[in-house]
Each structure stands twice: as C-alpha cells, then as structure tokens.
C-alpha cells in the first residue's frame, strides 16, 4: 500500500513538475522573448488566419503606444498613453489582461504629466515594453520614470531618473532589461547619457555609469559569460558590455551606424549587433574577451549590406534573420559562421516593417505596416507559407505563448488560435 502511494506521489509530482515547466516555457516575460532572441521555447500557433478565421479573441485597447505585449501565465502585459483631462497632459499606463478572453484586469497609471518632448509622427509616447519574473512587473517610460508593479497592479516603487533629450525629437523606446537582482536601463540621448542599474525590488540604484554616446533606443542585452553577468549594450560609437555586479566596462568595440535601434542577440558564445541607418553593420562578437575589440580577431564575422533600421534580428536555432533597413526584404545567415542562406529576399504583399521577426515552430512570422504577416519556413532556403492580412497596421513585434500568437495593431490587440 505504502509503495502504491508512494507512486501515485511520484505521479502526481512529476506531472506537477512538468507541467510547471511547460506553462514556463510558454511565457514571454520580456521584450524579444524567453531569451531575448525572438525565438518562443515551444508552441504552434497557426500558419494562416483572417478577420474571419483563427481569431480568438480581439480587443480595442486604451490609449496608444508600440509596447509590445509580454506573458505570464494568464496574463498580459503591455503601456500605453493616453490623453488626460488636464491641459496638454497624459497618463502613462501599464495595462494587464487576462490572455484567455481579453478581457481587462487592471490598468494602472504611473505618472500623469505633460510630455517635454513629442515623438516621430510614426511613434509613441509608450513604445517601450515591459518586464516580468512572473512576481513583479516592470518598465521604463523614460522620461516619465522607471516603475515596478506586483501581477495584481498593486505599485511598488518608482524612480524619476530626470528628463531625455532626444536627437531630432524621435521619441524614446529603449526597453529595461532585468539581469539577476538588477533591473538595467539605459538613457542614450543628446544630453549626458548614462546607463543604470536598479535594485529590482526597492529601485535603488545600484550604479551608474556616464556613456559617451548620442541617442540611441537599442534595449540592453543581459548575458551569463564564464558564470558571471554581463550586460551588452549597442549604439553609435561603440558597443559596450558592463559588468551587472559594479558596472565596470569589460569591453567595447565600435562599427555600427548611427541612430541605433535594434536590440543585440546572443547565442554559440557571441553577440550579434545590427544597426542600418545611413549604412549596414552586422557585427557578431565573440564573448569573454576584454578590453578593445575594435578590428580584432574577437569579431568573428560581420556583413555590410541589408540591415535593418528599425527591426531587432530574430536568432532561432542556428540561423540569424534580419530585414534590410525598414522594407520587406528579408535575409538569413547561418549564425555561427555567417555563411548566407539567402540575401535581400522581398517579401511579396508585405508593407514596411517596424516589428521584429518572431520563430516558433520552425517557422518565421514577420507583421509588418500595412497588416499583412508573412509566415515562412525555418530553413537554409527561402519558402513562404502563407500571407495573413488583417484589418490593422503592426507596428509592435508579435509576442508568442503555447499555441497562440498575439498581434498588437495601432487599436487592437489579437489573440490568434486554432482553438477557439
């Protein structure tokens, strides 16, 4: 009898364990995804869709803003601005969601106040993403502070970490990035710009370091080399990489372009930083060196065409995918020795693109301006499965849990399932 139980024990908690595993890997906690590198863990959302087919649910959400979601569990995350009642001013939102109808669970403002600056005509006040351990909930509004949220909207603490100045009055969008105990935030602008860390749970800083650098919006990439945190950030003058204990700088390397945007990615011991505005530069960095790296053997390989302005790269298995500049035109190479697999592809029916790329299923799903995802084959040579048009543009990059895929336009927000 006691070894009966005790089995059925073991059962249960085994299929407790596993199934614990598998709601984790279905999370998308932070910009980019499980990994920071647009790939999901495991899921199989659709191939093909409509406004008529393969929708869940679709939601007109609250105010505007490029934020693109994350998910815990049942939950949704993403911000949002909105216009306020007073003169002039917005309230900067999170908004949470339950994922299996839609529906609003709570919306909570951080600040309520007149913005210094505006944004590019095709930008927001709410462009950055949020983070999650699942525990707490965090972002970075920029300008308008850092602030940290429990999974029940209850506010936990808040940082002003003062005002950008930003180059051509583009708007702000750099997303924090959470490394260990450190909740990281980089300020890149024409003022002094400087690079933060936060204590995730009281937001105390940590430290902080001046950048010599002009504004950029690329998030930072947190990155475990040789058992140790460091945390990669990319820009015009020179990629830098700090350490997440003291924020002492480890390495650097110059080569991008100017007005960087998209996001590193990590994988096979390096990091890829992409940039393409006014030029291409890929440059894929082997981690664990010190020192400057600028013209070393440490950059592995590098391409000088069809980069991407706008869209961070997308790195699933062992290929890398980019789009050049912000166009439908799309190339992979193999991530390890950068041999390509097909360059400068065009994306027939697709508009210009702002979102990034997302893998799941061995396949690619790329949403771009005029609402028209195009969904391809993870492979060395180029197949298009389908091409899903729908009645939204896409500007925030697609998010993915399970077997579903979460698309947020400029008013709605769509959960796209088989299952419905």
Not at 101 to 127: D, I, R, Y
Not at 215 to 228: F, Q, R, S
Not at 315 to 344: H, I, M, R, T, W
Not at 380 to 407: C, H, I, W
């Amino acid at each position: 009898m006691r070894k009966l139980v005790a089995g059925v024990i073991s059962v249960v908690f085994f299929v407790l364990l596993f199934s614990l595993s598998a709601s984790a890997n279905e999370n998308w906690p932070m910009w980019r995804g499980p990994d920071a590198t647009g790939a999901a863990k495991s899921g199989n959302p659709p191939i093909t869709w409509s406004e008529t087919e393969n929708i869940k649910w679709k939601v007109e959400y609250p105010g505007e803003g490029l934020s693109t979601p994350i998910i815990w569990d049942n939950k949704i995350f993403f911000l949002t601005a909105m216009e306020s009642e007073k003169e002039k001013a917005y309230k900067f939102d999170f908004v949470c969601m339950d994922r299996s109808n839609g529906k609003f669970l709570w919306q909570k403002t951080a600040v309520e106040t007149v913005p210094h600056e505006g944004h590019h005509n095709t930008g927001s006040f709410a462009s950055n993403s949020a983070v999650t351990d699942g525990k707490f909930v965090w972002a970075s509004f920029g300008s308008r502070g850092v602030h940290c949220y429990d999974m029940e909207g209850n506010h936990k603490w808040s940082r002003d970490l003062g005002k950008m100045r930003i180059a051509m009055g583009f708007g702000e969008g750099a997303s924090a990035a959470l490394a260990g105990d450190a909740l990281i935030v980089v300020m890149d602008q024409e003022g002094q710009s400087v690079i933060y860390a936060l204590n995730k749970d009281t937001g105390d800083i940590l430290w902080q370091k001046d950048r010599d650098e002009g504004t950029a919006w690329a998030t930072p990439l947190p990155v475990e080399v040789n058992g140790k945190l460091q945390v990669v950030t990319n820009a015009t003058k020179l990629i830098r990489s700090y350490d997440v204990e003291n924020g002492d700088l480890l390495w650097q390397c110059s080569g991008q372009t100017s007005n960087v945007i998209p996001s590193p990615v990590t994988g096979f011991g390096k990091v890829f930083c992409i940039s393409g505005f006014r030029g291409s530069s890929l440059q894929v960095i082997e981690l664990g060196r010190t020192g400057d790296l600028t013209n070393s053997d440490a950059v592995v390989w590098q391409v000088k065409r069809d980069t991407p302005y706008v869209p961070s790269p997308l790195l699933y298995g062992d290929k890398l995918y980019f789009l050049s500049s912000n166009n439908a035109v799309l190339s992979c190479y193999q991530a390890e020795d950068g041999k390509p697999n097909f360059v400068a592809q065009k994306l027939d029916g697709a508009g210009d693109f702002y979102a990034s790329p997302v893998g799941v299923a061995d396949r690619v799903y790329l949403a771009s301006q005029n609402g028209v995802t195009i969904v391809i084959k993870n492979s060395d040579t180029f197949e298009v499965l389908a091409s899903n048009k729908l009645d939204d543009r896409f500007d925030a990059s697609p998010a993915v849990s399970g077997d579903e895929l979460f698309l947020k336009g400029k008013e709605y927000l769509y959960c796209i399932s088989e299952s419905q």
